[in-house]
């Protein structure tokens, strides 16, 4: 069975430095994997999602991530912290089983707040 | 830029009351889905529906439980008489297609608080 672990329940960066959110999932075959974020009293939006075309990753906003099989990993990157980052953040595995579901499996979420 | 709705935002209602939350998944979106996540705890599938019917739902989504697309934009979420341990944020999403690639859209959610 699919399934994603977020290491850190809470990350808090200074504005300008680098933001990274860790994330290792379990899949028995090739996942998809995604990342999402949900700011305050909104909607989740899709960040950027890994479909096994290219291993580096590139969404919105400058956040990145690599996809790296050999440690089954898959980090969610952004070089310089904004104020307006922090938000929760879900790293997300699509269920493989086929058919006309294949539902997210969602991990426990990392909330990362930004100091000025 | 094409979005999905719910409504309400908010509502609160009295234990063994019936709820219906409401979403207007993306037009030409064919897979619809309720999540929710209880306060403090990670988000969690409830159901999937497609073709009008139920493709697959968790443990959770008991006979209290029910979905439904009453039109060709409509997609609800209904529970017959709810618990305590129904509070929760609930999220609809959809998808264009079921492939396991496709990202999901999901609307703001509705935050249902049982009293």
């Known amino acids: 069975a699919q399934s994603v672990t977020q290491l850190d329940s809470h990350v808090s960066v200074s504005e300008g430095t680098p933001v990274l959110l860790r994330c290792n999932y379990s899949?028995?075959?090739?996942?998809?994997l995604f990342w999402y974020v949900q700011h305050p009293n909104k909607g989740l939006q899709l960040l950027l999602k890994?479909?096994?075309?290219?291993?580096l990753v590139k969404g919105i906003n400058g956040f990145e991530a690599e996809f790296k099989k050999s440690e089954t990993s898959f980090h969610l990157t952004k070089p310089s912290a904004h104020m307006s980052d922090a938000a929760e953040y879900f790293c997300?595995?699509?269920?493989?089983?086929?058919?006309?579901?294949?539902?997210?499996?969602f991990g426990t979420g990392t909330l990362l707040a930004v100091q000025p | 830029e094409p979005e999905v709705t719910q409504t309400p935002s908010h509502q609160v209602t009295q234990m063994g009351q019936e709820v219906i939350l409401r979403c207007v998944p993306i037009?030409?979106?064919?897979?619809f889905y309720w999540y929710r996540q209880i306060l403090g705890q990670k988000v969690e599938f409830l159901v999937s529906?497609?073709?009008?019917?139920?493709?697959?739902k968790s443990e959770i989504f008991d006979d209290q439980f029910s979905v439904e697309r009453p039109d060709g934009s409509n997609f609800t979420l209904k529970i017959r008489s709810t618990k305590l341990e129904d509070s929760a944020m609930y999220f609809c999403?959809?998808?264009?297609?079921?492939?396991?690639?496709?990202?999901?859209?999901f609307g703001q959610g509705t935050r249902l608080t049982v009293v």
């Open positions: 999403a959809s998808r264009r297609t079921g492939g396991h690639n496709t990202e999901a859209f």
């Open positions: 037009s030409n979106h064919l897979y």
């Open positions: 899949s028995s075959y090739s996942p998809s």
């Open positions: 529906f497609y073709n009008n019917e139920i493709s697959e």
């Open positions: 997300v595995v699509s269920d493989t089983k086929g058919g006309a579901t294949n539902k997210l499996i």
């Open positions: 890994y479909t096994s075309a290219a291993t």
